[in-house]
Structure formats: structure tokens, C-alpha cells
């Protein structure tokens, strides 16, 4: 029996603990009363909050659609001035209401009748009776001068029109590409259409120089005689020639410093003048027949200098696709395409309307015998040759790029997104065509590494269903009690899938392919490979009374994985 002392201190302590517990239940009491209280002043803001922010969405929506229709009836109102600007300005070629096609059947006057019939009498006078000949010298300065003035004049009438009225439609460079979604004109807005008002404006001086060295011709046989004819109209175009060439070599050497700043782009403008000036020769010798030598090649030497500047352009393009040295610094990070595959492509794609072109200024730098006799098949050859050397340093640089990613799945989406943007732009341009020139296989070359790079990434998903591939699981015996070993094995397989499982959705997710068809090509084959394993091991193991938390193991089912693996390579999802 205990002694009433010590019952009666036990009572005690027992009264001051309870006393105590009292307190602290009183206190928690408290704290929940206020901790509801704040709950609900917090529950009312949110509520207060997402009451304004509706009406202020309801007030948003409809300013920000009518902002948009504004913008578009604005762009459109700008796109319709810019092409009456455009129509507009052809109604100035004619005055009053002159036919057009008895326009286009007037040839030049560059004297009347009346006035060039006397200068002929004044003309055959001073050779016949006054025996002076420093009238010829005379001559020639005179329309040489104006012979001049009419080339420039054409080219600053040339530049008004076109800064008034928009680049306009030049005859001498016809079907110009149009822009699609996988090929936009390497261009910089501003400058690189300087560039095409410059390169227009040349070939139209160009042409209208043959046409009034012609006319010049035909006016000084008349009142210069035979015998100085040929002589005086060297003398009489020089200016004039000189002009022009001098504003050749200075493309030709604009396009040299461009080609030292690998501005590749700026070198594209000789493509189209190139052509013109050949295509312009053959009138060019005709018009030139009796000049100098000197006067004859200073054509031919111009069409040269282009062709060699430009197969160099051509060349130093390639070394330059293959040596690019930038890997770390501008790699994407979701292994989407890179900028060099992008700008290769565009680059490739500005030659198509000069393929002829093209292929002589490659073929002008080539020593072998069949260089000689040109024709347009040994250009298409040689060109289809240079675009495969240049997808083929293309291919080199990337796959050395590609070992910038520490992850192998990462390096081969990267290598697939590039691969599949090459072999849709190829396919989708005139370049596939001229690639099989040389390369019959190339198309089915790069499927075959299209398809390598997809299996090298799904062997990324092996570390999450050897987990639990059938292979990999030990045999337990129906019916039998598990023991510790083999729930424990069964537990680690569970969890690997799992946190397998969500380790590559969380990093993938961030990963790009700008493909849709690719994408989703690659979503279903990973998520059929990863459903069909993971639902036979589902079906073995999930009744399986390997644990007594089994939510904790068994945390996904089949079609929550396919919806995982469908948010794949989506950064919105």
C-alpha cells in the first residue's frame, strides 16, 4: 500500500500535469480560432482578387481584339497604297493616252531630220574642202559627254523610282524565288535591299548602254567619214564603258571585303549581273567590232574577275561551314536546329535561278581538260558536287558539335531535328534534284541517319524499362509466399521505374523538335515500347503482396505513363 505522502505528492504532480495540458490544449485552441480567422480574410482577398482580375480580363479581351483588327486593317491599308505606289508608277511611263505598243516601235532621235541633214553637209565640207579633221575630235567629246550623262541619269532616275515606289520589277531577273516556310532570302533588312536597288540598277545601265552605244553608232556613220568610224566611236563610248566597269570592279571588290568578313550573303548580288553580262556579250562584240583590243576585253575581263570572285565566295563558303569553330558558346540547349544548318540551307538555295551561272564560276577555276569544253551539264555536275561537299562539311561540323552535349539522347536529338530540317529543305527546293546529279543516294542517306539518331535516343529509355523488362525480373512461383529477398527485389524495380520515369520526363520535356510529324512519330513509338513493358510487369507484379503501402510503389498506371511520354519535347505542356 502506498503511503498517503506519497499518493498525496503524486496527486499533485498528476493535477500540475494536467493543469499544463490544459494550458497547451487552450493555447492550440487559440491558435487554430486565429489560424481560421486568417484563413478566411485570406480566402476573402483571393476572392476579392479573382473577381477584379476577371473583370479586368472581360474589359482586356475586347480592347486587345480590337487592337489586332487594327493592326491588320492597317497593314493592309499599307500594303494596298504600297502596290497602287507600285501600278501608279507605271501610268508615268506614258503621257496622255499614246498607244503603248507605237511607243515601244520608236527608236531613239538624237538629232531632228532637218538638223542632222545639215550637220552631214557640214560634216562632208570640212572633209572635202577644208581639210580639217579636229571636227571628229570635237564630235565625239560632245556625245561622249552625253552618251555619259544619259547612263547616269538612267541610274539615278532608277534610284528615285525605287525609294519612292518600292524595288521595282527588273526584266533582266526574272522569277525571282518566293519565300516558303523552310526558306526565307538571306537578308538584312534595309541594307541587303540597298543592295538589290544597286545590283538592278547596274544591269539596267548595262542594257541601256548596249542599246545607246548602238544608236551612237548608227548616227555617227552617217556624218563621220568611213574610214574614222571605228576610231571615233572607241573614243566616243570610252567614258561611258569605263564608268561601268569601274562600278563592276567596285561590286567585285565590295564582295571581296565582304567575303573576308564571311558576310557570304553580300556576294550573292554578283549572281545576277554575272548572268546579265553574259547574257549581254554576244551583243556587247557586236556593238565593239572594230574597237581596240583594249576596248574589246574590257568585258571579258570583268565577266572574270566576277567568276573567279564568286567561285572563291562558293569555296570559302564551304571551308567555312566546315571549320566553324563556334560549338559551346551558341548551341541550343533543347537540341533544336542550329543557326549554321539554317543558314547553310538559305545560302544553297539563293543559286537556284543562276544554276548555269553558278557552275561557271566553279568551272572557271577547274585546270582539267573537261573544264574546256564547258557545257551546261559539266556546270550542273560541277555545281551538284560543291552542294554535296558543302551537306557534307555540314554533316561534319555538326556531328562535332553534337559531342558539346553531355547527354548521348540530347547529341542524337540534336543530330536528328538537323538531319530531318536538311532533308525537308532539300526536298522541298530544286536542291534534291541537283544533289542526285552527283549523289543518287543522298536522300535515302540521310533517312538512314535520321533513323540511327531516333534508336540511339531510345536507348535512353533502356535505364528505365530494364527495370522492368521480363528478361531482367527474377521467377518467383505463383501461389507461393514471397520472402523478404524477393519483395524487396520487386520493391527496387517499382521504384527505379519510377523515378526513371519521371528523371527523363522532367529533362525531355525541355528538349525541341520542331518537326510535328517527327515528334509525334517519336512519342508514340517510345510510348508504345514503354506501355506494353510496363503494363506486363503491371499486370505480374501489381497484386502481388510484396509490400503494405503498395500506392507507394505502384504510383502510375499505363496510361498515366503514355500521357507522361505525350509531354514529351513540350515546355507549354
Known amino acids: 500500500m502506498i503511503p498517503p505522502q506519497e499518493a498525496s505528492a503524486r496527486r499533485r504532480e498528476i493535477e500540475d500535469k494536467l493543469k499544463q495540458e490544459e494550458e497547451t490544449l487552450s493555447f492550440i485552441r487559440d491558435s487554430l480560432e486565429k489560424s481560421d480567422q486568417l484563413t478566411k480574410n485570406m480566402v476573402s482577398i483571393l476572392s476579392s482578387f479573382e473577381s477584379r482580375l476577371m ?21 493592309n491599308v499599307e500594303k494596298t497604297l504600297s502596290c497602287l505606289d507600285h501600278v501608279i508608277s507605271y501610268y508615268h511611263v506614258i503621257s496622255g493616252d499614246d498607244d503603248l505598243e507605237a511607243q515601244e516601235d520608236v527608236t531613239l532621235e538624237h538629232l531632228p531630220e532637218s538638223v542632222l541633214q545639215d550637220v552631214i553637209r557640214i560634216s562632208r565640207w570640212l572633209v572635202e574642202y577644208g581639210r580639217n579633221q579636229d571636227f571628229m575630235n570635237v564630235y565625239y567629246q560632245i556625245r561622249s ?51 538589290d536597288v544597286e545590283t538592278d540598277a547596274y544591269i539596267h545601265c548595262v542594257s541601256a548602254f548596249v542599246k545607246l552605244a548602238q544608236s551612237e553608232y548608227q548616227l555617227l556613220a552617217d556624218i563621220i567619214p568611213e574610214h574614222h568610224q571605228k576610231k571615233t566611236f572607241d573614243s566616243l ?98 537540341g533544336t536546329v542550329h543557326e549554321l544548318t539554317s543558314n547553310a540551307i538559305l545560302f544553297l538555295q539563293q543559286p537556284l535561278d543562276f544554276q548555269e551561272t553558278a557552275g ?167 510510348k508504345t515500347i514503354v506501355k506494353e513493358t510496363y503494363g506486363a510487369f503491371l499486370q505480374k507484379f501489381g497484386s502481388v503482396p510484396f509490400t503494405k503501402n503498395p500506392e507507394k510503389y505502384i504510383k502510375y498506371g499505363v496510361e498515366q505513363v503514355g500521357d507522361m511520354i505525350d509531354r514529351l519535347f513540350d515546355t507549354s505542356a
Not at 181 to 186: A, E, I, L, Q, W
Not at 300 to 314: D, H, N, W, Y
Not at 365 to 391: D, G, P
Request: charged content about 30%; hydrophobic content about 35%.
Open 55 to 75: 473583370k479586368l480580363e472581360n474589359s482586356i479581351i475586347p480592347v486587345h481584339r480590337q487592337t489586332e483588327n487594327l493592326q491588320r486593317l492597317q497593314e
Open 145 to 195: 559627254s552625253q552618251l555619259d550623262r544619259s547612263i547616269k541619269g538612267l541610274k539615278e532616275h532608277f534610284h528615285k523610282s525605287s525609294s519612292s515606289s518600292g524595288v521595282p520589277y527588273s526584266p533582266a531577273i526574272p522569277n525571282k524565288r518566293k519565300d516558303t516556310p523552310t526558306k526565307k532570302p538571306v537578308k538584312r533588312p534595309g541594307r541587303d535591299d540597298m543592295l
Open 237 to 334: 563610248i570610252q567614258d561611258a564603258l569605263d564608268g561601268l566597269m569601274l562600278e563592276g570592279e567596285n561590286i567585285v571588290s565590295a564582295a571581296r571585303k565582304a567575303i573576308v568578313r564571311h558576310d557570304f550573303s553580300t556576294v550573292l548580288t554578283v549572281f545576277p549581273i554575272l548572268r546579265h553580262l553574259k547574257q549581254t556579250k554576244p551583243e556587247f562584240d557586236q556593238v565593239l567590232q572594230g574597237t581596240a583590243a583594249s576596248t574589246k576585253n574590257k568585258l571579258p575581263g570583268l565577266i572574270t574577275s566576277m567568276e573567279t570572285i564568286g567561285a572563291k565566295a562558293l569555296e570559302d563558303f564551304a571551308d567555312n561551314i566546315k571549320n566553324d569553330p563556334d560549338k559551346e558558346y551558341n548551341m541550343p540547349k533543347d
Open 360 to 526: 561557271a564560276m566553279l568551272a572557271s577555276q577547274e585546270t582539267s581538260s573537261s573544264a574546256t569544253s564547258y557545257s551546261s551539264e559539266f556546270s550542273k555536275r560541277l555545281l551538284s558536287t560543291y552542294i554535296c561537299k558543302v551537306l557534307g562539311n555540314l554533316q561534319l561540323n555538326l556531328l562535332s558539335k553534337s559531342k558539346v552535349y553531355e547527354d548521348p539522347a540530347l547529341s542524337a536529338i540534336f543530330l536528328h531535328n538537323n538531319y530531318n530540317y536538311i532533308l525537308k529543305s532539300l526536298e522541298k527546293s530544286e536542291l534534291i534534284q541537283l544533289v542526285a546529279v552527283t549523289q543518287k543516294t543522298a536522300e535515302r542517306s540521310y533517312r538512314e541517319h535520321i533513323e540511327q539518331q531516333i534508336q540511339t535516343y531510345q536507348r535512353s529509355w533502356l535505364k528505365v524499362t530494364d527495370y522492368i523488362a521480363e528478361k531482367n525480373l527474377p521467377v518467383f512461383q505463383p501461389g507461393v509466399k514471397l520472402r523478404d529477398k524477393e519483395r524487396q527485389i520487386i520493391k527496387e524495380r517499382f521504384k527505379g521505374f519510377n523515378d526513371g520515369l519521371e528523371e527523363l520526363c522532367k529533362i525531355q520535356k525541355a528538349w525541341a523538335i520542331p518537326d510535328t510529324e517527327q515528334r509525334d512519330r517519336i512519342r508514340q513509338a517510345q
